[in-house]
């Protein structure tokens, strides 16, 4: 499994990439191969003053090694040896009318034990309905293609994980996180802190057939949006609103993301795992959009909605 895991994670890389030049139109992905020094090591994908992406980056890692004491991945096992293998990747789009959107996609072993986590979620600026509920809707068919009953489950596990509440807002829009796909929920640490989590166990060999099914919904989610709003007119205000919001992304991935912190504590490249972050943000005191404003608009977007039921 070890070995069909990296392989499909490299060949969803590549396909993301390609489509995601095409996208661009000028901008190109430059690959930058690293080693970790605790075992394994990974590509890096980044493309930089592109057309459409100001920035992109996708990333494939497979990595090992001994988990750092007191560190449990959350399954209550005595082994720390690990495993892990997977994309991640981040858009930050140079106009505001095309939302940012991260994914990543990984399975995990530590010691006898192995599952799939992974999700993508959307973070608009200036956010259409429709595109939100295309974004839903295609995660939604990739959920089904396993269990009707995953999306719902995995959608509100987004909007409870991309959550800032300090700010009391979610991050943008959600759409599905999942994690522990394919172990016994009964060795999670502490299955109080995943009430999203399965609550029966799921064969590997069907968790990494919904892997290969949901990673490849990513691309069919997010492209058609990216498309239909490229040449939407914006102005200087509307760049700035862009740049303060995208301050909160960066908040969100320095105070909370668990990739992040699983990353840096087991030593991973600090190059890939930062590069999550927008070239370009702003913070600005106390500020408060006007009122009937479509600044003021977003915020109404920044809550757990049942986007699929709406019209």
């Not at 992905?29 to 394994?40: Q, V």
């Not at 719902?152 to 800032?164: E, V």
């Not at 892997?211 to 490229?230: D, G, H, N």
């Not at 070239?279 to 005191?285: C, D, G």
Request: hydrophobic share 35%; proline share 7%; charged share 25%.
């Amino acid at each position: 499994m070890r070995q069909r895991a990296a392989e499909l994670y490299r060949s969803v890389q590549q396909e993301i990439c390609e489509a995601l030049e095409a996208v661009d139109g000028s901008g190109k992905f430059e690959e930058d191969s690293w080693s970790r020094p605790g075992g394994g090591g990974g590509k890096s994908r980044i493309m930089r003053g592109g057309a459409l992406f100001e920035s992109a980056g996708v990333n494939w890692s497979e990595v090992f090694g001994t988990l750092p004491p007191h560190f449990s991945a959350g399954v209550n096992v005595p082994e720390r040896e690990f495993y892990a293998t997977g994309i991640s990747l981040v858009l930050h789009p140079r106009t505001p009318m095309i939302p940012t959107v991260h994914a990543n996609f990984r399975f995990l072993e530590r010691g006898s034990v192995a599952w799939f986590g992974g999700g993508a979620d959307l973070t608009p600026f200036y956010p259409w309905l429709e595109d939100v509920q295309h974004f839903h809707r295609t995660l939604k068919e990739g959920c089904d293609a396993a269990d009707p009953a995953w999306y719902p489950r995995f959608k509100d596990w987004c909007d409870s994980y991309f959550y800032l509440p300090h700010r009391k807002e979610t991050r943008g829009v959600g759409g599905i996180f999942y994690d522990y796909v394919g172990v016994d929920p009964q060795i999670l640490e502490d299955p109080s802190k995943h009430p999203h989590a399965l609550d029966t166990s799921v064969p590997l060999e069907e968790a990494y057939q919904f892997a290969s099914t949901i990673s490849r919904c990513f691309l069919p989610a997010y492209v058609p949006i990216a498309e239909k709003r490229r040449n939407e007119p914006y102005s200087e205000q509307e760049r700035l609103f862009q740049l303060y919001r995208r301050g909160r992304y960066v908040e969100f991935n320095l105070i909370y993301d668990r990739g992040t912190t699983f990353g840096l504590k087991t030593g991973g490249r600090t190059e890939s795992i930062l590069m999550s972050m927008p070239p370009m943000a702003r913070w600005e005191y106390s500020y408060q959009p006007d009122a009937g404003s479509r600044e003021n608009e977003l915020y109404d977007y920044l809550r757990p909605r049942q986007w699929l039921s709406e019209s």
